[in-house]
């Protein structure tokens, strides 16, 4: 398998997963994704050494996955219009307007804004002012929306490529839950290098360190702690920096 596949798989999976998306919405689906996206049928143990291409649907597909892929590309392609549903405020008339490089699905140039309030470190999305997407166009004048005066943070957001989304949104939310769980005692799996300035003061504090602790030209003074692992004094000691749970070694460094 070339390192290349595995990457176009994604790029078309997402693709697929989003066409899926787009096509079990209602017609009047407004171009600005407010909606939130829907389960999209898992995929049968998509080939991940398939040689599509960007844009194309992943190879292996049922003939069902396949007609429901090319329904959603030609919705997230179609151009909709007022008379058909889009509106009173809406960002462009097709999904593929935006998302097009270099296929459908794809980044683009075209900015949205999004705004809101923060204040007192909450963030308020400003849901019942239209938040936090701006719709910034309108199929009659009086239904315009503006950024509200509340709003103290308004950002610009690039189109961003969407290759890759479906094959996370395939992910039943469970798995992701358990697998962070799972994933929670382990710590950082590797080597952790820390570089010590010469006029650091502080308390050095390693426990549960799986790998060795190198010393390299430091010098320092390692005290084994009752909880099996190492303490050190720097310069005049001071706030402490804690380090735990490392599955591998440990390299102090005087930088
Ligand atoms: C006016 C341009 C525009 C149109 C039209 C548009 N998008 Fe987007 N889309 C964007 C931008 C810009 C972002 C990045 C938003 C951000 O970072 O806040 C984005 C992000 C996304 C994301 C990623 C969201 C995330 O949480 O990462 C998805 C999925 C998406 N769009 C799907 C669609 C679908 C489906 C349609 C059609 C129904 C559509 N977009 C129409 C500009 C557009």
Redesign the pocket.
């Known amino acids: 398998m070339s390192a290349r596949h595995p990457v176009a798989t994604l790029f078309v999976a997402s693709v697929t997963a989003?066409a899926l998306?787009?096509a079990a919405g209602p017609s009047t689906?407004?171009?600005?994704?407010r909606q939130k996206?829907r389960r999209v049928p898992p995929l049968p143990h998509p080939p991940l050494d398939s040689a599509t291409e960007l844009g194309a649907p992943l190879v292996g597909l049922t003939p069902d996955q396949l007609a429901a892929f090319e329904a959603g590309r030609e919705e997230?392609e179609s151009i909709e219009t007022s008379e058909g549903g889009l509106g009173p405020i809406f960002?462009?008339m097709?999904?593929a307007?935006?998302?097009s490089g270099p296929v459908s699905g794809g980044a683009?140039t075209?900015?949205?804004t999004?705004f809101g309030r923060a204040s007192g470190g909450h963030f308020d999305p400003l849901v019942e002012k239209g938040g936090s997407?701006l719709q910034a166009r309108a199929i009659v004048p009086e239904a315009q929306e503006s950024v509200p005066p509340e709003a103290n943070v308004v950002g610009q957001?690039?189109?961003?490529p969407?290759f890759g989304?479906g094959l996370l949104e395939a992910i039943p939310d469970e798995d992701i839950l358990q697998n962070e769980k799972r994933n929670k005692a382990d710590g950082v799996s590797g080597l952790l290098e820390l570089r010590l300035t010469r006029d650091l003061n502080a308390e050095l504090l390693m426990s549960d360190i799986r790998g060795q602790i190198r010393n390299l030209g430091v010098g320092l003074k390692l005290d084994s702690t009752e909880k099996g692992g190492f303490r050190s004094q720097l310069g005049a000691g001071g706030a402490p920096i804690s380090i735990s749970s490392i599955n591998g070694d440990v390299v102090l460094r005087r930088d």
């Not at 689906?29 to 994704?33: E, N, Y």
């Open positions: 989003i998306t787009v689906l407004p171009t600005g994704h996206l997230f960002n462009d097709s999904c307007s935006c998302h683009g075209t900015t949205v999004r997407l957001r690039i189109t961003t969407l989304a």
